[in-house]
């Protein structure tokens, strides 16, 4: 932990308090009373300064980086960053096996490991992303299950009660999640709670779940998280996170899948 004794000001210490927030999404009280070792009348005295600078909110039992992530038309996502998204799906693909049933969640990111599935022997894809069912459709080795329900046109995705009462009839190894915002506190979280109860339940349905995202996504939080981040068996994304998460990885086993910079 980070001792805050050596500071002479109160302000650097709420400088450094408001970059470890910012690094982590969101923490708690007694998270950042045990990282600048301080009481937590301390804690409360700081916050009230930092809410005043407007980057940080208060949430339940903490705070959280205040920045609004609403989600963006899916063609909108589809378009930004086609490269790392790519990379990310080849990378993806190398957790997958023959006669594998795996789940891709929606999300802009999963309908690009499909491609790379190619060259595997009667894999099964279950998923509820209209954007992967159009991809696996070209791929005579590929068995695609779909889960049903209400068409969400902003997340080119089907929502609601019939795919997740679907999603108990399946035995499946390996989920591969996407996530508005990733932070270690936070875990993975979405912005809107419909497609996170449906990332919840297919979480709880795999063997191991994957992240695929975007490094741009990490220390982030959106307002409902739907799975812990020191749960994950992977993360795949397109440059490494932050020393704070690169630590965290390591500690708890997470593999960590990057592009090489020759790709």
């Known amino acids: 932990p980070l001792l805050m004794g050596g500071f002479s000001v109160r302000v650097d210490r709420l400088e450094a308090m408001e970059q470890y927030v910012i690094d982590h999404g969101s923490v708690s009280l007694e998270n950042i009373a045990q990282e600048f070792n301080i009481s937590t009348n301390t804690v409360r005295r700081d916050i009230l300064e930092l ?19 609403s989600p963006l038309p899916y063609i909108t996502r589809t378009n930004d960053h086609m490269k790392s998204k790519d990379a990310i799906g080849r990378l ?12 891709l969640d929606s999300g802009s990111t999963t309908p690009n ?11 099964t894809v279950i998923t509820n992303n209209l954007m992967v069912m159009a991809e696996c459709a070209l791929y005579q080795n590929i068995t695609l299950i779909t889960l049903g329900g209400v068409y969400d046109s902003q997340m080119a995705s089907f929502m609601g009660s019939i795919p997740l009462e679907a999603l108990s009839r399946f035995s499946i190894r390996t989920v591969f999640l996407s996530a508005t915002g990733v932070s270690i506190c936070a875990g993975l979280t979405n912005s809107t709670y419909m497609e996170a109860e449906m990332k919840r339940a297919i979480s709880k349905a795999g ?3 994957i992240l695929v995202a975007n490094e741009e996504k990490f220390g982030r939080a959106a307002a409902v998280k739907f799975y812990s981040f020191n749960d994950l068996y992977a993360i795949v994304t397109d440059r490494p996170p932050a020393q704070t998460y690169l ?3 390591e500690k708890f086993g997470i593999q960590l899948l990057c592009p090489d910079e020759s790709d």
């Open 113 to 123: 490991i499909v491609k790379y599935l190619k060259d595997r022997k009667n894999i």
């Open 51 to 69: 809410l005043s600078r407007n980057n940080i909110k208060k949430v339940y039992g903490g705070v959280a980086v205040n920045t609004p992530l």
């Open 92 to 103: 993806a693909a190398t957790f997958v096996e023959d006669q594998d049933t795996i789940y």
């Open 207 to 209: 063997e191991r779940c």
């Open 247 to 249: 630590e965290t990885i």
